[in-house]
């Protein structure tokens, strides 16, 4: 009885989230909630788009994972709430047997099955809201309405070893076991943490912070493309490295594996990928000293409610916005080509004068900020004096990856292999530990507040046994990430800007680059405008736009000589405008790389007006886009600003990439403005127009976008 009962009120959850709103139009019905069921058997974690369920006794394990607003149940099957090896054994922490199919999992099963005597088992819990992983002093516009830590719930589960059968290394191990749901979206948070209160050191090998199996996505009978499609969720990890994407930048850290356990499934083979694995694929291999403690890095599960890719990646943007709101922080700034004295202070000087906020000595400059010399140092300091002076932050760039340093400090890669960049030092080396004592030295004492970190660590392993940040290739990988994400939370503590080509937004990065090839800044100017739309159109799928940067080539890069530049500036200040409003009217920062921003009066007035612009909508602009025409050089190709929260709720950019003037009939929906009933467009030259939305969200209206030209209407 107790299960139909139970299954009735899932029921009931579903029914009484599908007559809530859309979470992504209003999130605010979603609060997330931690509750014991009366007879203290399961506790449930629910927020009313997602749900899971820990049945409590006799161990401790997850029976239920929900998607309430498709009504769809995501697990298929009970599995340890983690696994460790710790002093080469392998232990599972809680966990039920007994399951006689793992398709499906009917409710009565779980009463009859049993707890493994060998796993450790659950003795206690302890509930609470998430607190910050991460200290982020605030000192920049970001996006209203952010928050941190995000609001929700918290959950630690705690499991000791059995009396049945200790460790060999002393019975006194506790694993716990924690969780976060947050409020207004469907993502939990998962982590471990292994504490040693035996007398002896515990090494621990490898860990899975999650097992969790899943309903697999397809069912795939012949071998050739099973284990190409996992299932509909999202994943990220803080242990994210050499990659501008999450997808590949999270390789190392988490997968999908076939379910050993799933006998029934469909494929021939059973490699159907619905078994999610997270843990390191090499280590930590971390020696626990007694009374000492390890902490797993933190994964994000994200079930995504559909496979229209425009909601899909509106969702995994929202989580970016949730658990990494630095993200918002999007500066203007100038990328100066040059160190000396006097073209430093006359870029600040143009920054103040246009509107930009930061300028970053470039590579290429000649800036060493590794240099220790009293000189480089005092060069920093004055440079920073002046500008704050004029309200402009000023930082500088390091390579770190893809060099070589010599003198036994570099990377010892297995026979065969290669560093990720060809080349590169290992972060645990003393060459490894200098560099970061300066890069704290330099931005503590400095003045700068910006960082651009290129070649950032890429997963490089290490078979060095000499070095003394790590003790061989076991344990290489996590001490080196652990370093850098390190130094990073640190950065964000104080408040540094960080620019770094990698996916490291999780643990205090702000920005990458949005995806481009960098010899295409050497194409003539007319094909670097197509480019620089394609390019924000396919990087903001599931970026933000201030997660992105993209490039104004001032002066040459990668040659292409005088077509491909855009200085002497006045002479080609209609393509500047251009790059600028691509830019800009898609909430984009660029680099504008060369030596000034401007070189007459005409050119500072148009830079100054086109950020006057931005600044003047920013809120929007730097909102979610929606896909519209991606550029193709045929036609108009457009994107919409979206936010429901703000009084601008959409703002809708059309280009022109013809020779001549193009008037056209636009159909762009408005669902995620929020707006119903009717939309109020107002256009560059002022005008206001109310439209009635068709059924479908829809509005149509008359464009007219002048020869190489932009339009943009607010909508509200």
């Known amino acids: 009885m107790r299960s139909v009962l139970a299954g009735l009120c899932f029921f009931g959850t579903i029914a009484e989230a599908a007559s809530k709103p859309d979470w992504l139009l209003n999130a605010a019905p979603f609060k997330a909630r931690v509750s014991v069921r009366a007879d203290g058997r399961e506790v449930e974690l629910n927020n009313g788009l997602l749900r899971r369920v820990i049945r409590l006794s006799p161990n401790a394990a997850t029976v239920a994972l929900d998607d309430l607003v498709s009504g769809q149940s995501l697990l298929r099957g009970v599995k340890p709430e983690a696994i460790v090896e710790m002093d080469g054994k392998r232990h599972e922490i809680g966990g039920l047997e007994?399951?006689?199919?793992?398709?499906?999992?009917?409710?009565?099963?779980?009463?009859?099955?049993?707890?493994?005597?060998?796993?450790?088992?659950?003795?206690?819990?302890?509930?609470?809201?998430?607190?910050?992983?991460?200290?982020?002093?605030?000192?920049?516009?970001?996006?209203?309405?952010?928050?941190?830590?995000?609001?929700?719930?918290?959950?630690?589960?705690?499991?000791?070893?059995?009396?049945?059968?200790?460790?060999?290394?002393?019975?006194?191990?506790?694993?716990?076991?924690?969780?976060?749901?947050?409020?207004?979206?469907?993502?939990?948070?998962?982590?471990?943490?292994?504490?040693?209160?035996?007398?002896?050191?515990?090494?621990?090998?490898?860990?899975?912070?999650?097992?969790?199996?899943?309903?697999?996505?397809?069912?795939?009978?012949?071998?050739?493309?099973?284990?190409?499609?996992?299932?509909?969720?999202?994943?990220?990890?803080?242990?994210?490295?050499?990659?501008?994407?999450?997808?590949?930048?999270?390789?190392?850290?988490?997968?999908?594996?076939?379910?050993?356990?799933?006998?029934?499934?469909?494929?021939?083979?059973?490699?159907?990928?619905?078994?999610?694995?997270?843990?390191?694929?090499?280590?930590?291999?971390?020696?626990?000293?007694?009374?000492?403690?390890?902490?797993?890095?933190?994964?994000?599960?994200?079930?995504?409610?559909?496979?229209?890719?425009?909601?899909?990646?509106?969702?995994?943007?929202?989580?970016?916005?949730?658990?990494?709101?630095?993200?918002?922080?999007?500066?203007?700034?100038?990328?100066?080509?040059?160190?000396?004295?006097?073209?430093?202070?006359?870029?600040?000087?143009?920054?103040?004068?246009?509107?930009?906020?930061?300028?970053?000595?470039?590579?290429?400059?000649?800036?060493?900020?590794?240099?220790?010399?009293?000189?480089?140092?005092?060069?920093?300091?004055?440079?920073?004096?002046?500008?704050?002076?004029?309200?402009?932050?000023?930082?500088?760039?390091?390579?770190?990856?893809?060099?070589?340093?010599?003198?036994?400090?570099?990377?010892?890669?297995?026979?065969?292999?290669?560093?990720?960049?060809?080349?590169?030092?290992?972060?645990?080396s003393s060459w490894g530990t200098n560099y970061f004592r300066r890069l704290h030295e330099f931005h503590r004492d400095s003045g700068f507040t910006l960082l651009e970190h290129d070649g950032s660590y890429p997963g490089d392993v290490c078979g060095s046994e000499r070095h003394p940040g790590h003790r061989g290739l076991a344990d290489s990988r996590w001490n080196q990430w652990r370093e850098i994400s390190s130094f990073y939370k640190w950065s964000r503590s104080q408040g540094l800007y960080l620019n770094v080509p990698d996916h490291y937004f999780l643990t205090g990065s702000s920005k990458t680059g949005m995806g481009y090839r960098e010899v295409n800044w050497s194409l003539p100017r007319d094909q670097q405008v197509i480019h620089t739309r394609q390019n924000i159109y396919d990087g903001t799928w599931e970026k933000l736009p201030s997660m992105g940067w993209m490039f104004v080539p001032l002066t040459e890069y990668h040659g292409g000589g005088p077509a491909a530049t855009i200085e002497p500036l006045d002479r080609h200040l209609d393509h500047y405008e251009r790059m600028m409003g691509c830019n800009l009217a898609l909430g984009v920062q660029a680099c504008y790389r060369g030596p000034r921003l401007f070189d007459t009066e005409r050119t500072k007035a148009m830079v100054k007006s086109k950020v006057d612009w931005f600044k003047a909508h920013r809120d929007i602009l730097e909102s979610d886009l929606i896909h519209g025409r991606r550029a193709d050089a045929r036609d108009l190709d457009w994107m919409l600003h979206v936010n429901p929260n703000l009084k601008e709720k959409g703002l809708l950019a059309v280009f022109n990439p013809l020779e001549e003037s193009v008037r056209r009939n636009l159909r762009v929906n408005l669902y995620y403005t929020g707006l119903t009933g009717t939309a109020r467009l107002r256009g560059r030259d002022g005008r206001r127009q109310r439209l009635k939305l068709e059924r479908d969200h829809t509005i149509e209206f008359p464009v007219t976008v002048p020869a190489q030209g932009m339009e943009w209407f607010v909508i509200d």
């Open 98 to 428: 007994g399951q006689p199919n793992y398709a499906f999992l009917r409710p009565e099963w779980i009463d009859q099955m049993r707890s493994d005597p060998a796993a450790f088992r659950f003795v206690g819990m302890a509930t609470g809201k998430p607190e910050e992983r991460l200290t982020w002093k605030r000192v920049r516009h970001h996006a209203p309405g952010v928050k941190w830590p995000p609001e929700g719930v918290s959950l630690r589960l705690d499991f000791v070893s059995p009396q049945t059968e200790p460790l060999a290394s002393g019975k006194d191990v506790r694993v716990s076991v924690h969780y976060e749901l947050y409020d207004g979206i469907p993502c939990y948070s998962k982590w471990i943490r292994v504490s040693n209160s035996s007398d002896r050191v515990v090494r621990l090998d490898r860990y899975s912070s999650e097992a969790l199996a899943v309903v697999e996505r397809v069912s795939e009978v012949d071998e050739l493309s099973a284990g190409r499609t996992p299932p509909n969720i999202h994943v990220e990890t803080e242990m994210a490295f050499g990659g501008m994407m999450a997808s590949g930048a999270n390789r190392r850290s988490f997968r999908w594996l076939p379910d050993p356990e799933f006998q029934t499934q469909v494929n021939y083979e059973k490699r159907t990928p619905c078994l999610l694995d997270v843990g390191p694929d090499l280590g930590p291999a971390q020696e626990i000293a007694p009374g000492g403690v390890f902490e797993s890095f933190r994964a994000w599960v994200l079930p995504l409610d559909s496979t229209d890719r425009e909601r899909s990646g509106l969702a995994v943007r929202r989580m970016y916005r949730l658990i990494a709101p630095w993200t918002t922080e999007n500066p203007l700034m100038m990328h100066l080509v040059s160190s000396r004295g006097d073209a430093v202070t006359n870029a600040i000087d143009q920054c103040a004068a246009v509107g930009f906020e930061m300028l970053i000595l470039s590579f290429g400059s000649g800036f060493d900020m590794e240099n220790e010399s009293t000189a480089t140092m005092e060069r920093a300091q004055n440079w920073a004096s002046y500008a704050k002076s004029k309200g402009i932050e000023i930082g500088s760039y390091s390579l770190l990856a893809s060099r070589r340093v010599g003198g036994g400090h570099d990377v010892v890669m297995p026979e065969g292999e290669k560093p990720a960049f060809g080349n590169s030092p290992c972060l645990e």
